[in-house]
């Protein structure tokens, strides 16, 4: 039997609590984020009569909200911000204009990637590439050399964001429903509408100015959040025989140590193994859900520093089931010299459309 069923029941018992929905809190958490968003970026063009450098720094919390609206529509795919699944909808398709996000769309894939999380045989269900050791040895050059660029930092976290919500995000996924698919259409026509008629009033160029600042450093940052939720040293990694939904959220999902204006910004999400360990608590609560569990605090906090590091985990190592690099396993070094070229080419440009 696994660890979820023999442990999990008392624990989530102890949690349910935490999965009630505040409206006044919800609301609130809206209000000021979408306000703030927009004063920021108003004050950003206001800015941009003194000094476009003194601009660039007023699009920084415009920026960080852009992260916050994110985990807002991330808590309504996960039914958490509120009560109400209608409203759940409703807002998340609001905050994921903000943030870039078909939310219809995410929440699906998303729910695939928690049912699946650290499983090495679902190791692609998420927003990255992975290789294991085994498969980048056997691969062509270059699927080797299109893997190592991607995987690159200043690849992964930069033009990695800005096509991944900027590009990617404005496709359907063929293996959603057909009302997802819509749905990312229809934000494709708003945003249209929207920086047409921006352009129109404010000029086109000022917009570019402004917008552009806040996407790169909103989809850098949350694309960076995202990879050291299950990047680092200690990580857990499983086969689907033996592969254990609590260890998954414990043992293979960070607890980032942020200080408060970041952790406010990243709406609590650094709290990752509770989330992974229970879904349902909102993004409000999960502060308060760690504290209060006693075996929560025996979770490993990842520090700020260690996570600027986790892009040295590449690639993993199924039979130790961890992470690995580059330079870090003799198994990793030498392509087989019959792995066909086609089929390099091939690898090579999923990583384009890789979502």
């Not at 999965?19 to 063009?45: C, E, I, N, P």
């Not at 085994?134 to 690159?152: D, I, M, Q, S, V």
């Not at 100015?209 to 680092?232: D, E």
């Amino acid at each position: 039997m696994s660890k979820e069923h023999t442990a999990g029941p008392s624990r989530q018992v102890r949690l349910r609590p935490y999965m009630q929905s505040d409206l006044r809190q919800a609301v609130f958490q809206l209000v000021t984020a979408v306000g703030m968003y927009v004063a920021s970026w108003a004050a950003a063009y206001q800015c941009l009569k003194i000094s476009y450098w003194v601009a660039l720094i007023a699009t920084l919390p415009a920026a960080g909200f852009t992260v916050r609206l994110f985990i807002f529509s991330h808590d309504c795919g996960h039914g958490s911000f509120v009560a109400s699944r209608r409203w759940n909808d409703r807002i998340g398709f609001l905050t994921g204009l903000f943030a870039y996000t078909p939310y219809l769309q995410w929440r699906t894939t998303h729910a695939r990637h928690h049912a699946r999380a650290q499983q090495i045989e679902e190791r692609g269900v998420g927003y990255f590439w992975t290789m294991t050791v085994k498969e980048y040895r056997n691969a062509h050059w270059l699927t080797r050399l299109g893997y190592r660029a991607y995987r690159h930092p200043l690849v992964l976290f930069t033009l990695g964001g800005l096509w991944n919500f900027g590009v990617d995000y404005r496709f359907h996924d063929r293996s959603v429903s057909k009302e997802a698919q819509i749905q990312v259409h229809v934000q494709n026509a708003i945003y249209v509408v929207t920086f047409v008629g921006l352009g129109m009033w404010l000029g086109f160029w000022n917009v570019f100015l402004i917008q552009m600042p806040i996407l790169f450093v909103s989809t850098t940052a949350g694309l960076w959040l995202f990879h050291v939720q299950h990047h680092y040293e200690e990580a857990y990694h499983a086969d689907k025989s033996d592969w254990s939904f609590e260890d998954a959220a414990l043992k293979g999902s960070s607890f980032l140590q942020l200080g408060p204006v970041a952790q406010y910004f990243a709406g609590n999400i650094n709290f990752h193994h509770v989330h992974h360990l229970a879904p349902k608590i909102p993004n409000y609560r999960l502060k308060e859900a760690h504290l209060s569990e006693p075996t929560l605090s025996e979770v490993k906090p990842l520090s700020v520093s260690e996570a600027f590091s986790s892009h040295r985990f590449t690639l993993i190592d199924s039979e130790r089931r961890c992470w690995t690099g580059f330079g870090q396993s003799p198994a990793a070094v030498g392509p087989d010299p019959t792995a066909d070229a086609g089929e390099g080419l091939g690898a090579l440009a999923s990583t384009i459309t890789h979502r």
